[in-house]
């Protein structure tokens, strides 16, 4: 899709809820509003023009004993908020590139702490991750949150891809939604942040956006919950605060898991 020049700004909301088993929620989401002079952490709702600023929303689901897991996601947010502003000083260097090199520095932070602590061995996270700039929305992502893409006009489209072996054979029609949803190894994953991984290589892409079109970020607790078909209804018919409307829904339906759900509209 061609980016519009009529976009006047974007409107979010977002929430995590711990759900109805866990204890502690080790899931994180974030917003941000920044430019090369000035940068200012976003509410969990609100709106705001894109055309003096880039924005930057992301949902981290963190992994490992105790809190690490917390502490992990929490790490993954906090980094983007440092580093990501830093790339309007880097002249000429394509936005992939400052992704690419974001992720690292996350992977390294955590894998550094889970090496330094008895407590936080093995800890991880993942994260999906969508920079707005005017005209178009870069994205990466490892692991099993969702960046889902609602255009004004066609159909719902999943933007990543699970880092899972179970992804991989429902991407390749050897199970069906429902089969993927319940397999006994959908959370076992293939690619994250730290988890003892030597490497990471995230996924990125790029998507230019128009009025009217929404994007969804949430961790795999939405997915318990709700199938693609129920997500594509609540965004396109959605209530005055979106993300509290999806995070209720797959409460209701599931609540196993931490569920976060954070929802941008382009007006």
């Not at 995230?202 to 009025?211: A, D, T």
């Amino acid at each position: 899709m061609e980016p519009q020049s009529n976009v006047q700004g974007l409107r979010w909301h977002g929430l995590s809820d711990v759900g109805r088993v866990r204890k502690n929620n080790e899931d994180s989401f974030l917003g941000l509003r920044f430019d090369a002079n000035e940068l200012h952490r976003l509410g969990k709702y609100g709106e705001a023009s894109i055309a003096e600023a880039d924005f930057a929303f992301a949902v981290s689901d963190g992994m490992g004993g105790a809190k690490s897991g917390e502490f992990a996601s929490q790490i993954t947010v906090d980094k983007i908020t440092r580093l990501l502003p830093r790339s309007f000083t880097l002249v000429g260097a394509a936005k992939n590139d400052v992704l690419t090199e974001l992720v690292h520095q996350i992977h390294a932070a955590i894998t550094a702490l889970g090496k330094s602590y008895e407590e936080c061995a093995g800890m991880g996270a993942t994260l999906s991750l969508c920079w707005f700039s005017p005209g178009w929305v870069y994205f990466a992502h490892l692991g099993d949150s969702r960046i889902y893409y609602l255009p004004a006009a066609g159909k719902m489209k999943q933007l990543t891809e699970d880092d899972t072996y179970v992804g991989w054979l429902y991407r390749n029609g050897k199970l069906n939604e429902r089969e993927a949803r319940e397999h006994p190894g959908r959370h076992s994953l293939q690619k994250a942040l730290g988890a003892g991984n030597q490497f990471v290589d995230p996924q990125l892409g790029v998507v230019g956006y128009q009025p009217g079109d929404r994007f969804l970020l949430c961790s795999d607790g939405v997915i318990d919950g709700l199938f693609d078909s129920q997500l594509e209804e609540l965004l396109r018919t959605p209530e005055s605060n979106p993300a509290q409307q999806i995070v209720a829904e797959a409460l209701a339906r599931s609540g196993r898991d931490n569920t976060t759900a954070l929802v941008i509209e382009v007006y």
